[in-house]
């Protein structure tokens, strides 16, 4: 059974699939049945990954790095995308390249609840404020 925004991938293709509406299928790229990409809360290995918000001179903007030493952004290993969800349920997602800074700015009046972010090596990442 699948639930809402859990993020599945396909281990033979690296297809990602979000889940827009929650169902009692199996979700299946390629023929096999994709994997659920499990959220990770605390640091493991040398690159860190736990999103870390800082203020700007602007009240409504906010910016998010990915990790308090920047993580990578190579070919071969970055960060795909940075999520805000707000107090409302306001979700924004922006996406990145692999030339970018792990980084990026968000403008909202609304309290940010939680951070996610995506390494493209090691999965999902999450930031409860």
């Avoid at 049945?33 to 800082?54: C, F, Y």
């Amino acid at each position: 059974m699948t639930k809402l925004n859990q993020i599945y991938k396909c281990e033979l293709c690296g297809n990602i699939t979000e889940v827009l509406h929650a169902g009692a299928g199996e979700l299946v790229c390629c023929e096999i049945p994709m994997t659920l990409q499990e959220t990770k809360t605390t640091e493991e290995g040398n690159e860190k990954h736990l999103p870390v918000i800082e203020t700007t001179p602007s009240k409504n903007r906010v910016k998010i790095k990915v990790g308090e030493v920047p993580h990578p952004m190579e070919d071969a290993h970055y960060i795909e995308w940075i999520e805000i969800k707000t107090e409302s349920g306001l979700i924004e997602r922006k996406f990145l390249k692999s030339s970018n800074l792990p980084e990026v700015e968000f403008e909202t009046k609304e309290k940010i609840i939680e951070i996610k972010e995506y390494c493209n090596i090691h999965g999902l990442w999450k930031k409860i404020l």
